[in-house]
């Protein structure tokens, strides 16, 4: 059964940072390209940074290039996601999930920026 485990979201003021945690089973972990994705209040869940199986070659929509960083433990099948400089326009409920055909989606970590 696969499963999507996220944590490390909260309140955080602008400017702050957070580290998000996506323990994963389920599914051969090392073979898929791995994402996070966030679902902001009244809009569509986006795509927001891939990571592939190498661990090495990233890549990142325009609003968070430089501030996140997307990592990944092959051996501990766990996702990473580095937040640094937070925006209100960050705030969301984020979720991990195989880049290709993501599917069963855990309950997310909500992430809140806020003074």
């Known amino acids: 059964q696969v499963q999507f485990v996220e944590s490390g979201g909260g309140l955080v003021q602008p400017g702050g940072s957070l580290r998000l945690l996506c323990a994963t089973s389920?599914?051969?972990?090392?073979?898929?390209?791995m994402s996070w994705f966030r679902q902001a209040p009244g809009k569509e869940r986006e795509h927001v940074a891939a990571?592939?199986?190498?661990?090495?070659?990233?890549a990142y929509i325009e609003a968070v290039k430089g501030r996140f960083t997307i990592s990944r433990d092959n051996d501990k099948k766990m996702l990473y996601l580095e937040m640094t400089k937070l925006t209100r326009g960050d705030t969301a409920v984020y979720y991990c999930?195989?880049?290709?055909?993501?599917?069963?989606w855990g309950q997310g970590t909500q992430v809140t920026v806020s003074s």
């Open positions: 999930n195989r880049k290709n055909n993501p599917d069963s």
């Open positions: 389920g599914f051969d972990f090392g073979l898929e390209i």
């Open positions: 990571i592939r199986t190498n661990g090495v070659t990233s």
